[in-house]
Structures are given as structure tokens and as C-alpha cells.
């Protein structure tokens, strides 16, 4: 069976089932219902918020927080990021700015923001990349200056935080998904999270088109809600939620032992005091290994382990972006640095920690044979002229061959 990165997390299966169950014999199965609610609740406690508003993916959640803050104009976000914290501000009218990430945890920061804040800026998205850890409180103090709002795109950061953090959220609001790839999954879903009320209030009328009652309409909306068996998916696997963390830290484990001593790999690790949900498995493959990242995703994915090259290429290099250009491209030179040297590993209850110690000896034996390894990669890009992928696939197994 072939380990993916992205491989969901599934909890009890009998009591999603009894929750389904419910749903039905209830006749209520989207609109602000019982168990949405009751998700609400549980996601509110988890991240310390005062208030969580479920919707229906964490695209939604960036696009409705981003109407909500009124933002307009230019907004500075980071290049390295899923394309959808771009996308969810363009599809407004509102250009991105492109920050530079900073520091080792792949996020802009205090300086780099500050670099590229201009007249037009109306506010900061800043992404908690893979969860770990990101200046707050000094982009707090910068976007509080210049009058910015401040919205935290933590689509990978629910469960992460320092332990002895503070109990209040950072910035105007903060937004999570639960899309079916990640640590806790609704299938689809997301949300809003904010110690705002009268933000909530305003979010939940925009999440159900702007309806205040029947015939009543206050605002511009649309539809944003989470359907109830969402929610029922989500509670089923937050029972489990734990047990996730868990098998997550121990192949997160396996994989830095079975690295430690791979010249030049290395793996993103969380500082003391900060729990971490250990989402993703984040190597960083430097100039000083035999092999380039991408020569060693196509070992791996020859060896049926879809690992994954995120955000490669950056998203000012993808479309509409680069296109829309109108003056020279942002220097981002940490930026490019991380997307030619990321590699995410599989992780998630998917696997086990053997799995991460094999995948770690393919990795090993590739590298001790790099040369017999480019040699074949180089055979197939001349028999194919292929994209990586093609290339890869009809050779099978690299480790049977060289
Ligand atoms: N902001 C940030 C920083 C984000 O990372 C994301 C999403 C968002 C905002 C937006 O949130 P949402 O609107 O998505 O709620 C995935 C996810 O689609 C995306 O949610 C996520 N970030 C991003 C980092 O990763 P891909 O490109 O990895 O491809 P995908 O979804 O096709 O799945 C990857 C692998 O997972 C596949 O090889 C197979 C496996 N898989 C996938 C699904 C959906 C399964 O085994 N089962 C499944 O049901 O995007």
C-alpha cells in the first residue's frame, strides 16, 4: 500500500455512524445545527478562543475573515503558503504583497512585513506554517503601528502553542481547516476563530448569506456553512485527537533517528515549551546532500511513498500572480531557498513509526549511491523527455535496480 502524505486521519467509524444516526432521526442537517454547535464549543476550548465560527472549508474562513476585517487594496501575505491564503484575498479584489518568510520556521516575521507595508496595505496575513512557532506578538505591535488589521492563517496549527502561552488570540482573528488532509478532518471544513464578539456575530451572519431571521438580510454574504455530519466527523475525530498527536510525535521520532545521520538532511523540530501537533514531517534537503530534493521525491516515489515537494514553486511564481506582475518580481530569497529544499514526509495514523525507519534506509542507500541514482533518473529523462513524474513510474523500484 502506497504512504502519501495527506493520508486522512479517521476516528471510531461506529460512532460516526451513531452520529449520522442522530442526524437523521433529527431532520436537521445543515444551518447552525446541534452538533455544529457542539463542535464550536470543542474547537473554542482547544485553541483558548472566545469564539469559533465553523464553515464550511478554510478557504471560505480566509475569504470571510478577510471581508469581515475589511480588508482592501494590498494585502502582505507570504509567498510559501498554500495558494489558497492568495486566492482567498484575490478572489475580493485585493492584492497580495509578498513577504519574505524569516527565522527557521518558514513564516514572515516583524521585518519582513514591515519591508514590504506600503500606502495601500490594509493588513497582514500571516501563515503558522506546519504549526510551529511565529513572532505574534511582534507582528501584533507592527500591523497595531500602521493601523493594519491582522489576520493568522493557522490552517496547520490547531493543538499548537506554547504551553505556558498566553489565553487570548493574537490579532483580529484566526482561521483553521479541516480539510480531509489534515490532522483533524470534517471531511471539508473550517473556521474562524476570534475573542471579538461582536466579529462573531458579524461572521455568522455572513456565513448564512447575511440572513439576521427569516426575510431579514443585514449584510453581504454567502454560503459558508459546515453541514452537520461535517461536524459529526469532526467531533467523532476529536475523540481521537490524542491518539493522532501521539502516532504523530512517535513517527515524527523514527524519522529523526533515521535521518540523524544522512549528510545533509535534517528535520524541522519544535523548540522546548511549544507543543506541537506534528502535522507534517518537514525535511530540508541542503546543497551538501548527494542528492536534490526533487531527485529524492523520485526515489521515493518509486519506492510507492508519495512525498511531497509544498509550496514549490512559491505562489508569486503561479498564476494569476506572476502574471499579473507590474513591476519588477519580489525579492524572496529565503523564500526560494525553502521551496527548493522542502520535502514532507508521510505521516498520520496511516503509518507507523516503521514505516518512517524504512523510508529513512531507502533514503540512506539513495544517497550512498547517488551516482548509480542520477545516472537513472538522467536514462529515463532521455527515453521519456518526461515531466519528473512520468519519468518515474515505469522504472519501479530504484533500490531493485541500481
Ligand atoms: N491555508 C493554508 C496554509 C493551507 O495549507 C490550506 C490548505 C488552506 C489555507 C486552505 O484550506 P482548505 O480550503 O483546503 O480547507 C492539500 C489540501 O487540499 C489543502 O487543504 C492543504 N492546505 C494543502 C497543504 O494540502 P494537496 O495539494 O496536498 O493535495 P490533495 O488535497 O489532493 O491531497 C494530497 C494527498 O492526500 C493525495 O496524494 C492523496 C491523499 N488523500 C487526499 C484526500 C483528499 C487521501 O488519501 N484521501 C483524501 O480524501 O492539498
Redesign the pocket.
Known amino acids: 500500500m502506497p504512504l502519501?502524505?495527506?493520508?486522512?486521519n479517521i476516528g471510531d467509524r461506529d460512532r460516526f455512524y451513531r452520529r449520522l444516526d442522530q442526524i437523521f432521526s433529527s431532520g436537521w442537517l445543515s444551518n447552525d445545527g446541534p452538533m455544529v454547535r457542539e463542535f464550536e464549543e470543542a474547537i473554542a476550548s482547544i485553541s483558548r478562543a472566545r469564539n469559533c465560527v465553523a464553515v464550511c472549508?478554510?478557504?471560505?474562513?480566509?475569504q470571510l475573515a478577510a471581508k469581515a476585517l475589511a480588508l482592501s487594496d494590498q494585502v502582505v501575505i507570504p509567498s510559501f503558503?498554500?495558494v489558497?491564503?492568495a486566492h482567498?484575498i484575490r478572489w475580493q479584489g485585493i492584492t497580495p504583497t509578498f513577504a519574505d518568510i524569516e527565522g527557521c520556521y518558514h513564516a514572515i516575521g516583524p521585518k519582513s512585513v514591515s519591508r514590504v507595508v506600503g500606502s495601500q496595505t490594509s493588513g497582514v496575513i500571516a501563515?503558522r506554517?506546519w504549526g510551529l512557532p511565529i513572532d505574534d506578538s511582534a507582528l501584533e505591535n507592527v500591523t497595531a503601528s500602521a493601523n493594519l488589521a491582522l489576520i493568522f492563517?493557522s490552517?496547520?496549527a490547531l493543538a499548537c502553542g506554547w504551553k505556558d502561552g498566553p489565553r487570548r488570540l493574537f490579532g483580529g482573528a484566526e482561521?483553521l481547516?479541516?480539510?480531509?488532509?489534515?490532522f483533524l478532518n470534517t471531511f471539508?471544513?473550517?473556521a474562524i476563530l476570534t475573542d471579538d464578539d461582536a466579529l462573531a456575530d458579524r461572521l455568522r451572519l455572513m456565513r448564512n448569506f447575511g440572513f439576521a431571521g427569516f426575510d431579514r438580510v443585514e449584510l453581504l454574504g454567502l454560503n459558508g456553512k459546515m453541514s452537520e455530519p461535517c461536524a459529526a466527523m469532526g467531533l467523532t475525530n476529536l475523540e481521537f485527537l490524542n491518539e493522532i498527536v501521539q502516532r504523530n510525535t512517535e513517527n515524527h521520532q523514527a524519522y529523526s533517528r533515521a535521518v540523524a545521520h544522512l549528510p545533509g538532511i535534517s528535520l524541522l523540530q519544535p523548540p522546548a515549551g511549544y507543543e506541537w501537533n506534528h502535522q507534517y514531517v518537514v525535511a530540508l534537503v541542503n546543497p551538501s546532500c548527494a542528492l536534490d530534493r526533487d531527485s529524492l521525491v523520485q526515489v521515493l516515489l518509486a519506492e510507492n511513498v508519495?512525498a511531497?515537494r509544498?509550496?514549490f514553486p512559491g505562489v508569486h511564481k503561479m498564476e494569476p500572480y506572476v502574471s499579473e506582475e507590474t513591476h519588477e518580481p519580489p525579492s524572496l530569497p529565503v523564500t526560494e531557498r525553502a521551496c527548493e529544499s522542502v520535502m514532507i514526509l508521510p505521516t498520520g495514523t496511516a503509518v507507523q513509526p516503521n514505516d518512517a525507519t524504512q523510508i529513512g534506509e531507502i533514503l540512506e542507500r539513495a544517497i550512498d549511491r547517488a551516482d548509480d541514482v542520477l545516472g537513472v533518473l538522467q536514462k529515463a529523462k532521455e527515453l521519456t523527455g518526461a515531466k519528473p513524474r512520468a519519468a518515474v513510474e515505469p522504472l519501479g523500484s530504484f533500490m531493485n535496480r541500481t
Not at 57 to 62: D, H, I, R
Open positions: 502519501h502524505v495527506g493520508r486522512p472549508n478554510g478557504t471560505v474562513a480566509l503558503t498554500f489558497a491564503t482567498a501563515v506554517t492563517d490552517a496547520h482561521v481547516s479541516f480539510h480531509a488532509t489534515k471539508e471544513g473550517g508519495l511531497r509544498y509550496f
